[in-house]
C-alpha cells in the first residue's frame, strides 16, 4: 500500500505519523507533501525518512524579534499563497494517482476539499472539541470538507461523539 501524507513537516504529530510508518512499512511506499513552510521547527529535523518530502521552506521570511507581527505576517502570507497551494496539490496528487492520502489538520484537509481531492481526513482535537464551537464560518468550511473525506479518523471518544453531532461519522483510532 503506498500512502502520501499531506501536512505540515513542521508539526509533531504528522512527523510522527510519517515515520512511524516508514519504519513499518516500506519507505519508498510513504511520501510526506508539506506544502509551502513559514515556519521552522525541529520536526522537521527530527524526520527520520526525509528522502520522500516534499516542502518549500519559506520560514526566511518570518520576523525573528517580533512575535506578534510575526504571527499577522505568517497569516498574510499564508493567506495570499493559498490558491498557489491548491495548485501544487492538485499537480502533486496527479503525478502520484497510485497513492491513498491521509491529511493532517484543518488547514490541509480544507485544501484537499477544495482541491477535489479525496483524503482519509485526521484533524486535531482543538480543532473538534474547541474552534467547531466557536465559529459559524470555521464551522461551514470544516464541516464540508470532514464530510467530503473518504474517512474521518480521530484519536478520542470526545471528538467522535461532537463530530456526530453535527452528523460526521468518525473512527477512533
Known sequence: ?????????????????????????SEDSALLYSGISIESSAAVESMKHSGQITRYDMSWLMLRRQKKASQIFKNLVKAAL?????????????????????SFTMYYILMCYISRVR??????????????SSSYIYRL?????LSYAKAVIVDSIAMKVKLE?????SKVL
Open 119 to 132: 483524503t482519509v481526513a485526521t484533524p486535531q482535537g482543538s480543532e473538534i472539541l474547541q474552534r467547531l
Open 1 to 25: 500500500m503506498k500512502i502520501l501524507f499531506i501536512g505540515d513537516a513542521a508539526d509533531f504529530h504528522v512527523a510522527d505519523k510519517y515515520n512511524q510508518y516508514c519504519n513499518t512499512f
Open 82 to 102: 493559498y490558491p498557489f497551494q491548491l495548485l501544487l496539490l492538485r499537480r502533486f496528487y496527479s503525478s502520484h494517482p497510485d497513492f491513498s492520502l491521509q
Open 141 to 145: 468550511f470544516a464541516l464540508r470538507a
Open 165 to 169: 453531532e453535527y452528523g460526521i461519522r
